[in-house]
């Protein structure tokens, strides 16, 4: 019966494909390819992946590349000259990069609102032709360029960057594009073919982008600009000072990939500015952000005072991180917990947005728990990442590192909360921050409640006999509700959880790590103070910055003003 079903479906969908190529709306050619993400490779020694990216490594790091801001097909030089610099080794500088001023702000949005009416002329079928040679350059031609970029300037190991920068920037170019690609298949309902035809097309949205990208994860800042280019429209892309260097390299590859110039322009900027000057502009059209709540909700308060001037109300996406948990029940495999919390957490010292920052664990398992918490926390080797024997390497930058070890320093001086493992730093050569696992008396200490985006788990021990009032807090604690996960083999408890905590997690994991969605297979996002759930890596995220046109084409001429029940 499923398979009858389908086959009605197709034969309908390929008659009003037929039906399309006698009206003015034209049937997209758009190509064939699976959807299916790019593999992680695995840098073993010996593998030839590994000795390539060694290789771009010791040449990248002897380098200072300058970053231009790009305007249109201009390559321009301020007078506001920075540096990035590794973080595991701050005095050694990659990229000397120009801050945009107001002016060349305005200069690129008025470029960017040329180039969008021209740009979404371009039918979408070439647009995807470029998006999937953009991805077969960063899958093959560039991956270790990208890799070794994200790794010297965010301080991530081979494995973290490679996730990243290499497979899922590639699934965000592919993948975003088989799911617009799939969009374009439908028609709604045509009841007589013979006498209407009902279409529906996708323009970009007039006016610009701004998209306002991280350091932490290379593929976010490639996601943020060129999927809202995809669709047709112009962007101003401000990349993180701490990571220009790699997502200059994501610029230069999709210019060689074909992107026309004006399309994404390239403007590192100092925040206030840029965001002041988008939020000016009557040519708006969306904002497409991830980085902190206060960052997020001025521009958010910005776009409501000046909503007047506005050509088109703006789009407005965000991902502002969260105050991630898992919650340990009494019948957990007290291995799956340790090495998941010990991956969530410490993995790129807590730097994900997704990264497990507070834990609740029952009484009856915890001394078994923090054993096994302590003893792989001190096999943790942390240090250069060009070092392929290191766990993690350095938190990205001096004001990371300051406010990171001001919450450890809180816990050392409070009655409430014991550090149990770790709680050292050092910055004279790195940002170099222990992990650190803290338990707290209090589950509603600052410590287990504000995001602090490091290498720090909170803990916090409950009594079994206290498991309902325990659940509580998982969502009355924080205003956050990004990622959590459970831990249970009681299937009954493992069901009611999922139930009582479906509010407090947009990506929720049951006996698995808080970290590591995928493209195409967990779609990302939370809400509340998390941000929008817009789902970055799912079907609708590239629709969100498309602007749809309902079409209607009559065939029979109309020849009555009147209705048959008003005749005699």
């Given at each position: 019966?499923?398979?009858?079903?389908?086959?009605?479906?197709?034969?309908?969908?390929?008659?009003?494909?037929a039906?399309?190529?006698?009206?003015?709306?034209?049937?997209?050619?758009?190509?064939?390819?699976?959807?299916?993400?790019?593999?992680?490779?695995?840098?073993?020694?010996?593998?030839?992946?590994?000795?390539?990216?060694?290789?771009?490594?010791?040449e990248?790091?002897?380098?200072?590349?300058?970053?231009?801001?790009?305007?249109?097909?201009?390559?321009?030089?301020?007078?506001l000259c920075?540096?990035?610099?590794?973080?595991?080794?701050?005095?050694?500088k990659?990229?000397?990069?120009?801050?945009?001023?107001?002016?060349?702000?305005?200069?690129?949005?008025?470029?960017?609102?040329?180039?969008?009416?021209?740009?979404?002329?371009?039918?979408?079928?070439?647009?995807?032709?470029?998006w999937?040679?953009?991805?077969?350059?960063?899958?093959?031609?560039?991956?270790?360029?990208?890799?070794?970029?994200?790794?010297?300037?965010?301080?991530?190991?081979?494995?973290?960057?490679?996730?990243?920068?290499?497979?899922?920037?590639?699934?965000f170019?592919?993948?975003?594009?088989?799911?617009?690609?799939?969009?374009?298949?439908?028609?709604?309902?045509?009841?007589?073919?013979?006498?209407?035809?009902?279409?529906?097309?996708?323009?970009?949205?007039?006016?610009?982008?701004?998209?306002?990208s991280?350091?932490?994860?290379?593929?976010?800042?490639g996601?943020?600009?060129?999927?809202?280019?995809?669709?047709?429209?112009?962007?101003?892309?401000?990349?993180?000072?701490?990571?220009?260097?790699?997502?200059?390299?994501?610029?230069?590859?999709?210019?060689?990939?074909?992107v026309?110039?004006g399309?994404?322009?390239f403007?590192?900027?100092?925040?206030?500015?840029?965001?002041?000057?988008?939020?000016?502009?009557?040519?708006?059209?969306?904002?497409?952000?991830?980085?902190?709540?206060?960052?997020?909700?001025?521009?958010?308060?910005?776009?409501?005072?000046?909503?007047?001037?506005?050509?088109?109300?703006?789009?407005?996406?965000g991902?502002?991180?969260?105050?991630?948990?898992?919650?340990?029940?009494?019948?957990?495999?007290?291995?799956?917990?340790?090495?998941?919390?010990?991956?969530?957490?410490?993995?790129?010292?807590?730097?994900?947005?997704?990264?497990?920052?507070?834990?609740?664990?029952?009484?009856?398992?915890w001394?078994?728990?923090?054993?096994?918490?302590?003893?792989?926390?001190?096999?943790?080797?942390?240090?250069?990442?060009?070092?392929?024997?290191?766990?993690?390497?350095?938190?990205?930058?001096?004001?990371?590192?300051?406010?990171?070890?001001?919450?450890?320093?809180?816990?050392?001086?409070?009655?409430?909360?014991?550090?149990?493992?770790?709680?050292?730093?050092?910055?004279s050569c790195?940002?170099?921050?222990?992990?650190?696992?803290?338990?707290?008396?209090?589950?509603?200490?600052?410590?287990?409640?504000?995001?602090?985006?490091?290498?720090?788990?909170?803990?916090?021990?409950?009594?079994?006999?206290?498991?309902?009032?325990?659940?509580?807090?998982?969502?009355?604690?924080?205003?956050?509700?990004?990622?959590?996960?459970?831990?249970?083999q009681d299937?009954?408890?493992?069901?009611?959880?999922?139930?009582?905590?479906?509010?407090?997690?947009g990506?929720?994991?049951?006996?698995?790590?808080?970290?590591?969605?995928?493209?195409?297979?967990?779609?990302?996002?939370?809400?509340?103070?998390?941000?929008?759930?817009?789902?970055?890596?799912?079907?609708?995220?590239?629709?969100?910055?498309?602007?749809?046109?309902?079409?209607?084409?009559?065939?029979?001429?109309?020849?009555?003003?009147?209705?048959?029940?008003?005749?005699?």
């Open positions: 019966m499923l398979s009858l079903c389908r086959q009605a479906l197709i034969a309908n969908s390929q008659k009003i494909s039906r399309c190529l006698g009206t003015i709306v034209p049937v997209p050619n758009l190509p064939e390819f699976p959807l299916q993400n790019e593999p992680v490779l695995s840098y073993k020694t010996g593998s030839p992946e590994r000795a390539e990216l060694e290789k771009t490594l010791d990248m790091s002897c380098e200072c590349e300058e970053v231009p801001l790009v305007i249109g097909d201009e390559e321009i030089k301020s007078d920075r540096y990035q610099v590794m973080p595991h080794n701050h005095k050694a990659i990229a000397k990069y120009y801050w945009a001023t107001p002016d060349l702000v305005k200069k690129a949005i008025d470029v960017a609102v040329k180039a969008q009416r021209e740009w979404e002329k371009c039918p979408f079928e070439e647009r995807l032709e470029i999937l040679r953009a991805a077969d350059l960063i899958a093959n031609k560039y991956r270790q360029q990208l890799n070794a970029a994200t790794m010297l300037g965010q301080s991530k190991t081979v494995i973290q960057a490679e996730i990243d920068s290499a497979a899922e920037l590639v699934d170019f592919r993948i975003h594009g088989y799911f617009a690609k799939e969009a374009l298949k439908y028609y709604p309902i045509s009841p007589d073919c013979k006498e209407t035809l009902n279409t529906m097309r996708y323009r970009g949205m007039d006016g610009f982008v701004a998209a306002v991280p350091f932490n994860f290379t593929a976010i800042g996601n943020l600009s060129y999927t809202p280019a995809l669709m047709g429209n112009a962007v101003l892309w401000k990349p993180s000072d701490t990571a220009i260097l790699s997502n200059w390299w994501i610029f230069k590859v999709c210019r060689e990939a074909g026309p110039p399309v994404v322009n403007i590192p900027c100092e925040g206030p500015v840029f965001g002041d000057s988008i939020t000016a502009s009557p040519y708006l059209s969306g904002i497409n952000f991830t980085g902190s709540v206060p960052t997020f909700n001025r521009l958010w308060k910005q776009v409501g005072q000046n909503v007047d001037k506005y050509k088109n109300y703006p789009k407005l996406i991902e502002c991180g969260g105050k991630n948990y898992h919650f340990i029940h009494s019948s957990a495999d007290v291995e799956s917990v340790i090495y998941g919390t010990i991956r969530s957490a410490f993995e790129y010292n807590g730097q994900k947005c997704s990264a497990c920052s507070r834990m609740y664990v029952p009484e009856s398992l001394p078994k728990v923090k054993e096994g918490l302590l003893s792989i926390r001190d096999k943790l080797k942390i240090g250069d990442v060009r070092d392929f024997t290191v766990f993690t390497g350095a938190v990205i930058d001096a004001a990371a590192f300051k406010r990171i070890t001001g919450y450890i320093e809180h816990a050392k001086k409070s009655p409430n909360l014991e550090i149990i493992g770790g709680g050292g730093y050092d910055d790195g940002y170099f921050v222990d992990p650190t696992i803290v338990v707290t008396k209090d589950p509603k200490d600052k410590i287990i409640t504000e995001e602090i985006f490091g290498p720090l788990l909170s803990i916090y021990v409950y009594k079994d006999s206290k498991l309902d009032e325990t659940m509580k807090l998982v969502e009355s604690s924080t205003p956050y509700a990004l990622t959590g996960s459970i831990f249970a299937e009954k408890w493992a069901r009611r959880a999922l139930e009582e905590f479906k509010y407090t997690a990506n929720f994991y049951v006996n698995d790590k808080s970290t590591g969605s995928v493209v195409g297979q967990q779609p990302f996002g939370g809400s509340r103070l998390s941000g929008t759930n817009d789902k970055a890596g799912g079907p609708h995220y590239a629709l969100r910055w498309a602007s749809a046109q309902a079409i209607k084409e009559t065939f029979v001429p109309l020849r009555k003003y009147d209705y048959p029940y008003m005749r005699c």
